[in-house]
């Protein structure tokens, strides 16, 4: 089964200062590849998605995300963060829909 | 369009006594997940169904532990009996099987 690593538990980062959180996975089949944000007490939101094609993919609120699969990463950036974005990331992983496998999440706090 | 509705989105019992979480997905979705989200950690996929049919429970506790979704439409989550550890966000996602999940605001259990 596919599985998920993320490698910060906690970034910190000033507002208006790039930021990058990263995702590495396993599997031994074609995945599908995801970062969500949780807000306090809401549910999770999906930022982007990578299926196929271009290894860039861009999504909400200016985040991007890079699929390597020599290095199995899927690592998230946004080159200036606010104020707002202060949340809580998750990376996620799927067989091609099926059995979605969540990371443990990276705690982003922009500071002024 | 309503996003996923869940309900109640608070709830304290005691261990050894048994509670049910109420999920409304997304008009026209015939998929929908349950996940269990631990203080912490990403969340944990319990139970899948796709329109009234369970398409994965292998992460469901089955002896404390059932969902149904009769109609297709809205499902039960009932933990009985529960323990301490069950203490969690219990997250409704529904999908339309275009891959992208759509979640619920959760319910917050703590057991005491």
């Known amino acids: 089964a596919q599985s998920v690593t993320q490698l910060d538990s906690q970034v910190p980062v000033f507002e208006e200062a790039p930021v990058e959180l990263r995702c590495n996975y396993s599997s031994s089949v074609s995945v599908y590849l995801f970062w969500y944000v949780q807000y306090p007490n809401q549910g999770l939101q999906l930022l982007l998605k990578?299926?196929?094609?271009?290894?860039l993919v861009k999504g909400i609120n200016g985040f991007e995300a890079e699929f390597n699969k020599s290095q199995t990463s899927f690592h998230l950036r946004k080159p200036s963060v606010h104020i707002s974005d202060t949340a809580e990331y998750f990376c996620a992983v799927s067989d091609q829909g099926n059995d979605m496998r969540f990371g443990a999440g990276t705690r982003l706090t922009v500071k002024p | 369009e309503a996003g996923v509705a869940q309900s109640p989105r608070y709830k304290i019992i005691e261990k050894r006594q048994s509670v049910a979480f109420w999920c409304n997905p997304i008009s026209g979705h015939a998929t929908l997940y349950w996940y269990q989200q631990i203080l912490g950690q990403g969340p944990k996929l319990l139970i899948q169904f796709q329109n009234n049919g369970v398409v994965d429970d292998s992460q469901l506790p089955k002896d404390r532990f059932s969902a149904e979704r009769l109609k297709g439409v809205d499902s039960t989550l009932k933990i009985q009996p529960a323990k301490l550890e069950d203490s969690a966000v219990y997250l409704c996602?529904?999908?339309?099987?275009?891959?992208?999940?759509?979640f619920g605001p959760g319910t917050r259990l703590t057991v005491l």
């Open positions: 996602a529904s999908s339309s099987g275009l891959l992208e999940q759509y």
């Open positions: 990578y299926l196929s094609g271009s290894t």
